[in-house]
């Protein structure tokens, strides 16, 4: 995020918006359980996106202005196949598990496709 504020445009928006479990199939909720059983539960690099009052005291520090907007209405969703969900874990599309020592990435992707 430092890297993002700092080539912004002046009074460019920078809008975070987390998926809510648009990604959340059965495959992948599965991967990230074991993953945090195993003690890889802060599987992000600096800032957790997901945490979000973490993220605007960030961004509040580095001089952004929080603007508040409705998004009740904001629906996303993803249909994906069990073959598709194990593929994008195989090739790390996920960013939360970027960081996964590669023998510990390998012992989930094998349980999960077990």
């Excluded at 504020?5 to 199939?25: D, M």
């Excluded at 509040?60 to 969703?77: K, M, N, P, V, Y």
Aim: one cysteine or more; hydrophobic letters at 45%; glycine letters at 8%.
């Amino acid at each position: 995020m430092p890297r993002l504020i700092r080539v912004a445009k002046s009074g460019a928006r920078i809008v975070q918006i987390n998926e809510h479990g648009a990604f959340g199939n059965a495959v992948r909720l599965r991967f990230s359980r074991r993953a945090d059983e195993l003690g890889h539960a802060g599987r992000y690099l600096g800032l957790n996106p997901h945490e979000r009052a973490d993220l605007v005291a960030h961004m509040e520090a580095e001089g952004c202005e929080t603007i508040a907007f409705d998004a009740s209405d904001l629906r996303w969703t993803m249909d994906i196949s069990y073959g598709e969900a194990l593929a994008r874990l195989q090739d790390r599309l996920y960013a939360e598990f970027w960081y996964l020592p590669e023998e510990v990435h390998a012992r989930l992707l094998a349980e999960t496709l077990a």
